[in-house]
């Protein structure tokens, strides 16, 4: 179908540990040659994903003065995204085409953290559809455990306790986005998503058969599709994850162009750990990685602040011109 690795992760949840130390090679090996992998055997039922998708689709369909009665604010990173609202904030760059919902990890009020961190809170939640609240929260419930089982298997072939590791994600700032890509004249080039790098640790992805993401692995001078068979995920590392390795997996440069004429829909899960972990290398850094530091919580309220219409860009990760 295309390039990228196809993983079968089922031997992960089994008690055979040859069968375990083959699968935690392939995806090692995915993620510090592509950065991308498709996983197979997730375990997340197509019911599950199939109710979450309709649900997008619902609720998208709604009015616009619908929708935006729930749109996001400069003061909570949650909420309705309008088609073209947000940037990549660089000169002559158009606006990206897809309209979205912004959510985070369902946090309480009540909970200290939210005095510790303005990114934790409850979600707002649209009054229809009526099941939108429960789909994702189902569907969030089993990408929590898949992410799990790869971030662990990731530490592993670190050489890094997966329970301490794991350790980082608890409570953490994980988020996703409810996506809705408009029709496009066949042939069409213009960004769904501009060229950009995950600033996470990993992302799971559901895959539109509609299809339109694709994916530039380092080195290359091409565009791969990211298209997947429907019983498999989507899986990329994200920035957090290549300096966690000192630059042994890689944070691929990705966009989506939906040229198909078709409405696309997706519902990206970002992985990121707690607000107040600080990412630094945990094995020897490869040749030529510049040794960084990133505070969770300081590279996440900093990426929602630039995500801003009048906010001037803060991070240049990814330049839409270079390779």
Not at 187 to 196: F, L, M, R, S, V
Not at 198 to 218: E, F, K
Not at 301 to 318: C, G, L, M, Q
Request: aromatic letters at 10%.
């Amino acid at each position: 179908m295309n390039d990228l690795p196809v993983i079968d992760i089922s031997p992960l949840m089994r008690a055979d540990e040859q069968a375990k130390k083959a699968t935690v090679l392939e995806i090692a090996d995915a993620c510090r040659n592509v950065g991308f992998m498709l996983v197979r055997h997730h375990g997340i039922p197509a019911s599950i994903i199939a109710r979450l998708r309709h649900a997008v689709i619902d609720f998208f369909a709604r009015p616009l003065e619908d929708k935006v009665a729930w749109s996001v604010t400069k003061d909570n990173y949650r909420g309705y995204i309008p088609l073209g609202f947000f940037t990549p904030n660089a000169a002559g760059v158009a606006p990206d085409r897809y309209e979205g919902y912004k959510l985070h990890r369902e946090t309480s009020e009540s909970d200290p953290i939210c005095s510790e961190c303005l990114l934790y809170g409850p979600n707002k939640w649209p009054d229809k559809p009526d099941d939108l609240q429960y789909a994702v929260l189902d569907y969030w419930r089993h990408c929590d455990r898949v992410a799990g089982t790869l971030i662990g298997a990731l530490a592993d072939a670190m050489g890094v306790d997966p329970a301490d590791f794991l350790r980082a994600f608890d409570k953490p700032l994980t988020n996703m986005t409810l996506l809705h890509y408009p029709s496009s004249v066949a042939g069409d080039t213009e960004y769904g998503i501009h060229p950009h790098k995950d600033t996470d640790a990993l992302t799971i992805l559901a895959p539109d058969p509609v299809g339109g993401l694709q994916v530039r692995p380092l080195g290359q001078d091409r565009w791969l599709p990211a298209d997947a068979p429907n019983d498999a995920l989507v899986v990329n590392i994200g920035d957090l994850m290549e300096v966690w390795s000192g630059g042994y997996f890689m944070s691929t440069p990705h966009r989506v162009i939906n040229a198909t004429g078709k409405e696309r829909y997706s519902f990206p899960y970002f992985a990121v750990p707690r607000y107040d972990v600080l990412v630094t290398p945990l094995r020897t850094a490869q040749p030529g990685f510049v040794h960084r530091e990133i505070h969770v919580g300081d590279v996440s309220r900093d990426i929602w602040h630039s995500n801003w219409p009048d906010a001037a860009p803060i991070d240049e990760r990814y330049d839409p011109a270079t390779p």
